[in-house]
């Protein structure tokens, strides 16, 4: 392939501006702020998640507590019962009166148990509501530093993208000046090499940063400035440094 010299210089541009791009999207991908996001979004998540489930447990003791108070209740208005009846005088056979006695006091035992129960129930309510009291607050925390975090991320892609869209503009600009062939060229070994071209000096690649061998050198040498040339080792377009001098 035959290209002018000026024609072969404006990869080196090409390349310069393909590095500079690269750079830009390896630094998008690897901002700190897309892990910091990633966990913060994680942990909100599992705070979401552990937060619904105190929620439903929360109504279940709810409702618990409710229905152990509505027992507890209904005991203690049968023994306000018995013992009106008994403080009324109404019974008056024995047997009737040690049964009645009897009564109150298994009715009794069965308040304390429900009231037993109650204290549980209001103990495991406690626990869920502080438990959920604490979660509330860190997700309060952690909304906020979400925000921050995607604010921070947001402007770094912000001054990223600008600066990519600058070097994309220029490289346009350049590669308009390339001929077709030549920019196919450049464009297919980029594809495997992230830059296509590299600067030959002091007999070095500075793609592959490999010396050339002596029959390369001279082969080189003997080749005219307008011989479009490829590196033996990394297979980039190898610019003769002193093609712009
Ligand atoms: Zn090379």
Do not use: W
């Amino acid at each position: 392939m035959k290209a002018s010299p000026q024609a072969q210089l404006k990869l080196l541009e090409l390349a310069e501006l393909d590095t500079e791009l690269s750079r830009l999207d390896h630094r998008r991908r690897t901002l700190p702020e897309n892990a910091e996001f990633e966990a913060a979004q994680q942990r909100d998540s599992e705070l979401r998640d552990e937060l619904a489930t105190l929620e439903a447990t929360g109504s279940d003791l709810s409702r618990d507590q409710a229905k152990a108070e509505r027992d507890v209740d209904q005991v203690r208005t049968r023994i306000e019962r018995d013992r009106a009846r008994l403080d009324a005088g109404q019974v008056s056979s024995p047997k009737e009166l040690e049964n009645l006695q009897s009564e109150i006091v298994s009715l009794e035992r069965r308040q304390g148990d429900l009231e037993e129960v109650v204290l549980e129930v209001m103990e495991k309510l406690e626990e869920t509501t502080r438990r959920r009291d604490t979660l509330s607050a860190e997700q309060t925390v952690l909304e906020g530093r979400l925000a921050d975090i995607g604010t921070r991320r947001d402007a770094a892609f912000a001054e990223i993208d600008e600066q990519a869209g600058k070097a994309r503009d220029s490289r346009a600009g350049i590669a308009a000046d390339v001929p077709d062939d030549l920019l196919g060229l450049y464009d297919r070994l980029r594809a495997q090499h992230t830059v296509g071209a590299a600067v030959l000096r002091n007999g070095r690649c500075e793609g592959c940063h490999l010396s050339l061998n002596t029959v390369d050198l001279g082969r080189i040498r003997a080749a005219p400035p307008d011989e479009v040339l490829r590196c033996e080792e990394c297979r980039r377009i190898l610019i003769r440094a002193e093609l712009g001098a």
